[in-house]
Nanobody, 120 residues
Framework: QVQVVESGGGLVQIGGSLRLSCAAS????????MGWHRQVSGKQREMVAE???????HYGDFVKGRFALSRDNAKNMVYLQMNSLKPEDTAVYYC??????????????WGQGTQVTVSG
């Protein structure tokens, strides 16, 4: 089983920055996809940024160059640097890791989420 834990959320002012971190642990074989999604209460979860090993990182249209995803495969970690934050970025941010566990069975693991609140 693979566990995923996010950290780094919090309250920030409009135009401010936050850096989210996500760590995977457990029986890990290979993590191919590492990404961030977000959800506002009552709305569907949406993709913020997603990295597939060896491919270009994809961002949600609303990101518009403000966020940057990075990953550390050796540490099984993924980060999301968020700049120029807006009130509409307020949401619970979830980390998702997909790949293979230690038995090389496919996995898709989600973290518990971290709240990001942007206010003026």
């Amino acid at each position: 089983q693979v566990q995923v834990v996010e950290s780094g959320g919090g309250l920030v002012q409009i135009g401010g920055s936050l850096r989210l971190s996500c760590a995977a642990s457990g029986s890990i074989g290979r993590l191919v996809v590492m990404g961030w999604h977000r959800q506002v209460s009552g709305k569907q979860r949406e993709m913020v940024a997603e990295s597939t090993e060896g491919e270009t990182i994809h961002y949600g249209d609303f990101v518009k160059g403000r966020f940057a995803l990075s990953r550390d495969n050796a540490k099984n970690m993924v980060y999301l640097q968020m700049n120029s934050l807006k009130p509409e970025d307020t949401a619970v941010y979830y980390c998702n890791m997909r790949g293979l566990d230690g038995d090389y069975d496919p996995i898709s693991s989600w973290g518990q989420g971290t709240q990001v609140t942007v206010s003026g």
